[in-house]
């Protein structure tokens, strides 16, 4: 059980371009998802949390415009990078915690993560 | 503020011979500590986590982590360790302070196995 799937595994695309991931619970509900991101040999950085039906809360220094997220349902919230640029190529990992009760302790689940490159 | 330290970048063991990963964190309250395992290219497998009760912890894949609150430590540990096991360790920290929403991840630590 706690699956969590990300899509795609690995994408590349030309500078300027958008490029969206998703990450879905597969078989448990999630108020909450979080995206992070992790560069080379480094430790996850959280960028946003993500909550179902309400706007995402970003971590300071990630630009709310530059990634944009959506967390339309219960089960699966998108992170797009918007007019990527090289700088952005990185790892996504999305994180999705059980419970639909606030202040309920779950562990978090993760994805497989998101290789995005751009040339 | 809290922190997670995982003092060692790296370890290397021979297949068989146990291993222990240290983990030191900071935090106000409470803590919830987890232990994840990333495996290259992917995303992370939860090991196992204490919220409290039991000092000792057991988790998958022959894993258990001791949660001692004077040491602010919570080390992992495996008594035989496995080529498969080689991978990347990261040590989390969460609780009330966050909502039990964020959580803290440390710089991890590599691990690699000899034959």
């Known amino acids: 059980g706690a699956v969590v799937s990300q899509h795609p595994s690995w994408v590349i695309c030309k500078s300027g371009t958008s490029v969206k991931i998703e990450c879905r619970s597969l078989?448990?509900?999630?108020?909450?998802m979080f995206w992070y991101r992790q560069f080379p040999k480094k430790s996850l950085m959280l960028m946003a949390t993500?909550?179902?039906?309400?706007?995402?809360?970003?971590e300071q220094g990630v630009e709310k415009d530059k990634f944009l997220i959506n967390h339309a349902s219960l089960t699966l919230s998108t992170l797009t990078v918007t007019s990527a640029h090289p700088e952005d190529s990185s790892f996504y990992i999305c994180?999705?915690?059980?419970?639909?009760?606030?202040?309920?302790?779950?562990?978090?689940?993760f994805g497989d993560g998101t290789r995005l490159s751009i040339l | 503020a809290q922190s997670v330290t995982q003092p060692d970048i790296h370890i290397t063991v021979s297949e068989g011979a146990s291993l222990e990963l240290r983990c030191n964190y900071s935090?106000?309250?409470?803590?919830?500590l987890f232990w994840y395992v990333q495996s290259p290219g992917q995303g992370l497998q939860l090991l196992l986590k204490?919220?409290?009760?039991?000092?000792l912890v057991q988790g998958i894949k022959g894993f258990e982590a001791e949660f001692k609150r004077s040491q602010s430590s919570f080390n992992l540990r495996k008594p035989s360790v496995h080529w498969s096991d080689a991978a990347e360790y990261f040590c989390?920290?969460?609780?009330?302070?966050?909502?039990?929403?964020?959580?803290?991840f440390g710089t991890g630590t590599r691990l690699l196995v000899s034959p």
């Open positions: 994180s999705a915690r059980e419970g639909l009760r606030a202040g309920v302790n779950q562990p978090q689940h």
């Open positions: 078989d448990f509900q999630a108020t909450t």
């Open positions: 993500s909550n179902e039906g309400s706007k995402a809360t970003y």
């Open positions: 935090y106000g309250a409470t803590p919830y």
């Open positions: 204490y919220f409290s009760g039991d000092t």
């Open positions: 989390a920290v969460g609780g009330m302070n966050t909502g039990f929403q964020k959580l803290v």
